[in-house]
């Protein structure tokens, strides 16, 4: 609607006028006897009258019965006419009309229109927005309608719902995308047009976004696609709010939602009006639900709290927009309290207790091990329509805020152990230059500065030092039309430098200050093979610094303890530097192809990817250290070469008369580090979904009514590595080291689960009713950290109220 | 709900401090901490109840949650018939005396023992870590009468003999209840000596 007045594709839409060539040449017609076998034909001609150009599309009636349009040349072609003599209708949009008499014995008549004074008021002018950039990447959308993400809490989870996307979880509120088998640091998250500025370094780390608050998500499955900068090596999420509307009334929506599991409330709302040049929006959501709870037994501390709220304000004028968007998400988040463990004996009773050690009855409390995450955005924003090209100037700043609480002694266990707060200040400038020589594309700069304190008073030595980041990014972003194809190529150089101030294990400071520079590059290319098929293939060079944590970690985390690329080396613990262990970034190699069919209620998409990760980034297993709190197995953050590769398949089918709607979503992966030979821990394992749904328009007063099934099978991961039981490690034949990736239990047997729902409109209302894990079925995902000691949740059902005016 | 007014107040803040100080340079560096996670050693005193000079035995690990592997002193050398009270003490990274937390924690907190059956005559048995039932003789108790161990007492066995000696501490918060074992809770520390008995 009125927020394509902000995209400039728009913009460059309504300023590019077709330019046609003038034709001239011989024009005929044919006249014979027809008012028998109704074989009377002729041609004829539309024209501008001022400019003399051919009107292409002009409307040509006979009698108001038969009817033409005028081609390319502003020729057309009428027959199968049974009258000789006619009254012939021309009209075109801007045009007076004309009516004009004629004979088929006559000459092919050249028809010229002059422009109507009253030209239209308005006119609207709807386009998908093509980023440049990112025409020749396999992306999918997914929005706010969608019926799987009734009652969703968070943005992982409502990220599965698209296909190539998994989840990596720590319990059931710590809930990660993960794209082609990459998560965290290798996701690049685009939140309400900013990189999101947060801890992505632990795999328990969520990013802060709340799904409430947005309107679509999209996954774009290349590598570097190089207008969102470095370590998108999976690819990129895009999470964009809704818009508000200029010259909109005032409206807005707002829903709730009731759920049985957890005993949750989840409640959100929207208000949005707009002016001639000003529009503004709020909107505000919140959770509050209680501990979760398996077929069998309750997830003891697994409730969760959320609270956001955002408001945006546009403001347009003739070659300038200008918007300024504020928002906060603040998040508790419980984590089961039997997952807490200390050393190897705890891990292995940890291991076999079911239900978990500190299983209570149901409660609404929320005590340790929990997360507090607060995370502010503002976003300045404003684009000049230049006399040659587009402007683009953003400014975000965002200022995020995490504390982990684990169990401790005493009073500590009021302190936070882990307690950071991140602050980002970006800026970024894109010029979408004008065609050029058949070129089009941009040219962008990017600037960003974090800067990662701990906050004093967690009483224990910081896992991770403190640090400035300086970052800063040029791009160049092409695209070329040939015949019948359309090729981009796009080139990016990064640098970044950090600065780094911790504190060892003695508590004695160290600093280091280090650069890292590189180039990323993609290349791709789209075909429409017809009008019906299309093919996308698009190769991606990504590059990734090496993150804080992998650099600095030190000390335990979670069950096991970890040391870091420049914490420990070959038994040595000490403060290495880029001079004593050179750690080369990461480099990605992304290869997608993706194929696309749609046609008469089919829409069939395909992509298979191949990624070669050089320097691959990981923590595995060293050995065993023994402690004074027992024995540790101990982690150590090692490079290697990676390959992921695999395959997403989805298939929409909507029935003839639209009643019965079907959804197929396949996601295939392989994973294996290439140098080693072996697999990795937390590869998602392959799925297939299959969803069927009934619509129905009325139904007395019931509007729009929906009822489907959704199916999901998750298949037992077989790429997991070997399996080393907890015991193993303890007693007097123990494993001292071990050096190469394994696991503590067999990956969990692979699981169907089945939701069904129901929803219908009643005047302003919408009722959505839902069922999730309708079997009830006791399953463990082999994503979930937390799979060692629990059972995933059971049957949910959920209730939802939406209201819009 | 846990973030009230007060902590938005304090976001709020956070938000403006963060805004106005981030820019400033670099040589905000993390305060030292002070660690009382870490448990570094273990200090074991065995004091004859019937006179006679302590005998004090240590773990230790002073790099923490580092990879180097801990200290033991020992072995643990008592007496033919000869009863000891055992005081047990612990210290961090810093030298703070965690055994002191742990007593004025004791409501969360055990110490559990195990050993080679047949080394001492009092407490009979092989210790309560298999078998929380199993005789201990405590003689300290925390506010809910249940016992603690940073003190206890020991009478050895009239014949000689060596094995072992294990000391488990667990952390048990909401969950140390008189039917408690060790394998409930977090374990705080896990060590193994080995102990003679012997003229």
Redesign the interface.
């Known amino acids: 609607m009125a927020s394509d007045f902000f995209k400039p594709a728009t913009l460059c839409f309504l300023a590019l006028q077709p330019l046609f060539l003038l034709l001239s040449g011989e024009v005929w017609a044919q006249s014979n006897d027809c008012q028998k076998d109704c074989s009377c034909s002729f041609t004829g001609r539309v024209i501008d009258k001022q400019t003399g150009d051919p009107l292409v599309l002009a409307t040509v009636r006979v009698n108001n019965d038969k009817g033409a349009t005028t081609d390319e040349n502003g020729y057309f072609d009428l027959s199968g006419l049974c009258q000789e003599e006619f009254d012939l209708e021309v009209s075109y949009l801007g045009y007076k009309k004309l009516v004009h008499h004629h004979h088929v014995h006559h000459d092919p008549p050249t028809i010229f229109l002059s422009p109507d004074d009253q030209m239209l008021e308005s006119v609207l002018v709807e386009e998908k927005l093509a980023i440049s950039g990112e025409m020749t990447q396999s992306e999918t959308t997914l929005e706010r309608a969608d019926p799987s993400l009734v009652g969703t809490v968070s943005l992982g989870q409502a990220l599965k719902e698209l296909p190539g996307v998994g989840t990596l979880k720590t319990g059931q509120n710590v809930v990660k995308p993960v794209v082609h088998g990459l998560h965290s640091n290798r996701l690049v998250i685009i939140n309400n047009g900013l990189r999101h500025g947060n801890q992505n370094w632990g795999t328990e780390h969520a990013p802060e976004i709340d799904p409430d608050m947005a309107e679509t998500f999209t996954v774009v499955k290349g590598a570097g696609a190089v207008k969102y900068g470095p370590e998108a090596l999976g690819g990129v999420i895009i999470v964009e709010p809704p818009s508000p509307d200029l010259l909109g009334h005032l409206h807005g929506e707002t829903e709730l939602t009731g759920y049985s599991n957890g005993r949750g409330l989840k409640g959100r709302m929207l208000l949005s009006k707009g002016y001639t040049d000003f529009a503004w929006q709020v909107q505000a959501s919140g959770v509050?639900q209680g501990d979760l709870e398996t077929p069998d037994y309750m997830l003891t501390n697994t409730g969760m709290?959320e609270?956001s709220v955002g408001a945006t304000t546009v403001y347009h004028k003739r070659h300038f927009d200008a918007s300024l968007s504020y928002s906060?998400t603040?998040q508790?988040l419980g984590i089961l309290r039997g997952s807490?463990?200390?050393?190897l004996?705890?891990l292995g009773?940890a291991l076999e207790s079911e239900p978990p050690?500190?299983t209570r009855d149901f409660s609404y409390e929320?005590r340790n091990p929990r997360q507090?995450t607060?995370h502010?955005l503002v976003r300045l924003s404003a684009s000049y329509d230049l006399p040659k090209g587009l402007l683009d100037l953003t400014y975000g700043?965002q200022?995020n805020?995490r504390r982990e609480f684990d169990?401790?002694?005493?009073t500590?266990?009021e302190r936070p152990?882990i307690d950071l707060?991140l602050?980002t200040?970006s800026l970024d400038l894109e010029w979408q230059h004008p065609a050029w020589q058949g070129l089009s594309g941009s040219v962008g700069f990017q600037g960003e500065?974090q800067?990662n304190?701990?906050i004093?008073?967690?009483?224990?030595?910081?896992f991770v030092?403190?640090y400035?980041h300086t970052r800063w990014g040029f791009y160049v972003s092409e695209a070329k039309d040939f015949a019948g194809f359309t090729v981009e190529a796009g080139v990016r150089l990064d640098g970044i430098l950090s600065?780094v101030?911790?504190?060892d294990?003695?508590?004695d400071?160290y600093?280091n200050?280090y650069q890292y520079t590189n180039i990323s590059a993609s290349l791709g290319m789209v075909k429409e093979l017809s009008s019906r098929i299309t093919y996308r293939s698009h190769l991606g060079l990504a590059w990734r610094p090496p993150s804080i944590a992998e650099l600095y970690s030190?000390?335990?985390h979670q069950f096991v303890?970890e040391?870091g690329l420049w914490r420990?080396r070959d038994?040595i613990?000490t403060v290495f530097d880029e001079d004593t262990r050179e750690v080369p970034a990461e480099k990605g190699y992304k290869w997608v192809h993706s194929l696309d069919y749609e046609n008469q209620g089919w829409r069939l998409g395909t992509t298979v990817f191949a990624n070669y990760i050089q320097d691959f980034i990981y923590s595995r297993p060293?050995?065993i250290?023994?402690?004074?709190?027992?024995?540790?197995p101990?982690f150590v953050y090692e490079q290697t070469n990676a390959v992921m590769a695999g395959a997403d398949f989805s298939a929409f089918y909507t029935g003839v008369k639209k009643r019965w709607n079907h959804r197929v979503l396949l996601s295939l992966l392989y994973g294996r580090d290439v140098a080693d030979d072996a697999y990795f821990v937390g590869l998602p394992p392959q799925r297939i979904g299959y969803r069927i749904q009934y619509t129905l328009p009325s139904l007395g007063p019931l509007q729009d009514l929906k009822a489907g099934m959704e199916n999901e099978y998750s298949f037992r991961q077989f790429m997991a590595p070997e399996v080393i039981p907890v015991e193993r490690f303890m007693g007097d034949d123990a494993i001292g080291t071990v050096g190469s990736v394994f696991d503590f239990l067999e990956a969990p047997d692979g699981y169907l689960l089945t939701d069904i729902y129901i929803s219908a409109a009643l005047r302003s209302f919408e009722f959505r009713f839902r069922v999730e894990n309708v079997l009830n079925t006791e399953y463990r995902d082999y994503t979930n950290r937390l799979r060692y000691f629990a059972d995933e949740p059971g049957r949910n059902f959920l209730i939802s109220v939406f209201y819009q005016f | 709900m846990n973030i009230n007014v007060m902590k938005k107040y304090q976001l709020v803040w956070a938000l403006i401090g963060a805004m106005a100080f981030t820019s400033c340079g670099d040589d905000d560096a993390p305060d030292a901490e002070n660690p009382e996670e870490i448990i570094t050693g273990v200090t074991l005193t065995f004091t004859p109840t019937g006179g006679g000079s302590d005998l004090v035995f240590t773990a230790t690990d002073p790099d923490g949650e580092g990879p180097e592997d801990l200290a033991v002193s020992g072995p643990i050398q008592l007496s033919l018939n000869t009863t000891y009270e055992l005081s047990i003490g612990m210290e961090g990274l810093d030298g703070e005396d965690i055994g002191a937390e742990v007593a004025e924690e004791d409501e969360e907190h055990q110490l559990f023992f195990s050993w080679t059956d047949g080394l001492f005559s009092s407490p009979a048995g092989n210790g309560n870590i298999d078998n929380a039932d199993d005789d201990v003789d405590y003689l300290d108790v925390d506010g809910n009468g249940l016992p603690v161990g940073l003190l206890t007492e020991w009478s050895t066995s009239a014949t000689q003999g060596a094995g072992t000696f294990r000391v488990i501490l667990k952390h048990q918060p909401d969950i140390k209840s008189a039917t408690s074992t060790s394998s409930d809770g977090e374990t705080d520390v896990d060590l193994t000596w080995v102990l003679q008995v012997q003229e």
Do not use: C, M, W
């Open positions: 509050y709290r609270q906060y603040g508790e807490v463990t200390g050393n004996a705890d009773v050690e500190g929320i507090e607060a502010h700043f200022y805020e169990v401790r002694r005493g500590n266990n152990s707060a602050t200040h500065y800067d304190n701990n004093p008073g967690t009483n224990t030595i910081p030092p403190n400035n600065s101030r911790g504190r294990n003695r508590n400071l600093t200050d030190f000390g335990k303890i040391y420990y038994g613990t060293e050995g250290t023994n402690t004074v709190r027992g024995a540790f101990y």
